[in-house]
């Protein structure tokens, strides 16, 4: 079962990996965006930190919401309602238990990946953070291992796609042969389950 304070390592080694991985992530936002999405995801996730700190809730559920709200109130960009809608809707569908297992997360994720879809209007093939976290919610009813190499592959194949959503989609064709930031960070996201349950 995983508890509260496996949902906490899951975004402390989130934090970590966005700080590590913040300039490669700026990197790729600039040729198909505007070079912000590591510092946007930075500052994100350092408020995350922050408020988990802070606040500390207490259920798997409430850790979630806490750090989905924080991305929307703390991402100036695109990412932040996105992503914190898939951290909050997440976090609600788990509801207030004190533990939940793991095919209940991986519903929970299903439901959050789906109101970024509703959201944002992205489906996959749009080379969006989607890319890498549709196959990763299908992956990670197998372990949380699969589901990391499942949104590493997809973040990869959004290189030949040509962007339909989001700033990239503005440069048509100028977008192929260039790998999304969102997914790449996304990537890092589901990583971070892996780091958490190897703790
Ligand atoms: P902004 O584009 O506002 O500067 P960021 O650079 O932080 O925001 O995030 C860009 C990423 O957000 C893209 O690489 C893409 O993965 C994701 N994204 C943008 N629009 C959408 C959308 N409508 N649906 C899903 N993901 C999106
Ligand atoms: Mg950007
Ligand atoms: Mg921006």
């Known amino acids: ?3 509260a304070d496996f949902f906490r390592r899951w975004m402390t080694a989130t934090a970590a990996s966005v700080d590590r991985e913040a300039e490669r992530l700026t990197a790729l936002d600039s040729p198909i965006g505007d070079a912000d999405h590591g510092s946007n995801l930075q500052r994100g996730f350092t408020a995350v930190i922050a408020a988990l700190e802070k606040e500390a809730p207490d259920t798997p559920g409430a ?3 806490l750090a989905g709200r924080q991305l929307i109130s703390t ?3 695109a990412s932040g309602p996105l992503y914190g809608t898939l951290l909050r809707r997440t976090g609600k569908a788990l509801g207030d238990a004190a533990e939940v297992g793991e095919e209940q997360l ?3 994720l299903r439901a ?3 109101a970024v879809m509703q959201l944002g209007g992205a489906t996959p093939g749009d080379k969006t953070m989607i890319d890498a976290l549709v196959p990763a919610v299908d992956a990670l009813g197998d372990s949380f291992g699969a589901a990391r190499a499942a949104a590493e592959q997809g973040a990869l194949a959004t290189t030949p796609l040509q962007a339909r ?3 990239a989609s ?3 064709e100028r977008s192929i042969g260039h790998q999304d930031p969102g997914a790449t960070s996304s ?3 589901i990583a971070g389950l892996v780091e958490a349950a190897d703790e």
């Open 165 to 167: 959503k989001g700033r």
């Open 63 to 65: 850790i979630l919401v």
């Open 170 to 172: 503005y440069l048509g």
């Open 106 to 108: 991986a519903e929970a």
């Open 1 to 3: 079962m995983l508890d």
């Open 112 to 114: 959050g990946v789906d």
């Open 75 to 77: 991402v100036g960009g």
């Open 187 to 189: 990537a890092l996201l």
